[in-house]
C-alpha cells in the first residue's frame, strides 16, 4: 500500500505545485495588463494648472489628440480629454483610449497663426458625439456646415438623464444650443440645400421631428412624430 500511497502524494503536490502556478500566471497577467493600460492611457498627455471656484489650484491631466481637418476649411480642430476617477462612467463615449476618458472641450486652430479659440472656459462638459455636418450623398461630402456635438448632462457615475444638442459655426464660434435637453437624439439629417438640420428627438414622452436653420441654429418647426408609451 505504501507504493500507491506514495504515488497518490506525488499527484496531489504536483498538482497543488500547478495551480500555484496557474494562479501567479493569473496574477502575472492581471498586473500586467493593468501596468500596459495605465501606459496606453497615459499616451499624448499633459498635466495643466487650473484654479477651482474657491481660488485654490489643481493640477488638471489632460489629452490632446483626434487632430481633424474641417473639411472646406483652413481650420483644424482638437479634441480635449480628461481622465475621470477610476470607475467613474458617464454612458457616452467619444474617445478611444478607454472608458475613463471622455471629450470635454473643443479647440479650434485657425490657418493664420492666430491663437486658438476653446469653445467653452472650462473642461467640464461631457461630449456624447462631434460631428461636421454635410450633405452627404452617394459617398460624397460637401465642405462642413457647422459643427454638430451633444453635451450629456449628468453627475458622471451613471447613465445621463438628458443630452444637449448644440452646434457651432466651422471657426467655434457662435456657439447655440439647438432647444432644451432632451433624453435622446435617435437621428439627424441636413436637407439637399445646406439650409436645415432635422433632429429626431425623445423629449418628454413624445417622438419629435425639430427642425433648425443652419445659417443661424435658429428653431424653424417641430413635429409630433408619436406620443410614447409611459413607463
Not at 139 to 161: C, M, N, Q
Not at 203 to 208: S, V
Request: net charge neutral; hydrophobic share 40%.
Amino acid at each position: 500500500m505504501s507504493e500507491p500511497s506514495r504515488f497518490f502524494r506525488w499527484i496531489y503536490r504536483l498538482l497543488g505545485i500547478g495551480g500555484l502556478c496557474l494562479l501567479l500566471a493569473i496574477g502575472y497577467m492581471i498586473i500586467a495588463g493593468e501596468i500596459s493600460s495605465r501606459r496606453w492611457q497615459q499616451r499624448d498627455t499633459v498635466t495643466m494648472e487650473k484654479t477651482t471656484a474657491d481660488g485654490s489650484k489643481v493640477e488638471e491631466t489632460l489629452r490632446f489628440g483626434d487632430v481633424a481637418a474641417i473639411r472646406g476649411s483652413p481650420m483644424r480642430m482638437i479634441k480635449v480629454e480628461s481622465q475621470l476617477e477610476r470607475g467613474a462612467r458617464l454612458g457616452l463615449s467619444s474617445g478611444g483610449y478607454g472608458w475613463n476618458f471622455r471629450t470635454r472641450n473643443l479647440v479650434f486652430l485657425p490657418a493664420n497663426g492666430v491663437a486658438a479659440k476653446w469653445l467653452f472656459k472650462d473642461n467640464e462638459q461631457y461630449f456624447g458625439e462631434v460631428e461636421q455636418l454635410c450633405v452627404c450623398a452617394d459617398g460624397v461630402k460637401s465642405p462642413t456646415l457647422a459643427l454638430y456635438f451633444e453635451i450629456a448632462h449628468g453627475d458622471g457615475d451613471r447613465r445621463p438623464g438628458v443630452v444637449l444638442p448644440a452646434a457651432t459655426r466651422v471657426d467655434g464660434s457662435g456657439y447655440t444650443p439647438l432647444g432644451t435637453p432632451v433624453a435622446r437624439v435617435l437621428d439627424k439629417d441636413v436637407s439637399e440645400d445646406g439650409m436645415v438640420l432635422g433632429l429626431l428627438v425623445e423629449d418628454n414622452g413624445k417622438l419629435l421631428y425639430r427642425q433648425f436653420s443652419l445659417p443661424d441654429f435658429a428653431p424653424v418647426s417641430e413635429q409630433l412624430v408619436t406620443q410614447l408609451q409611459r413607463k
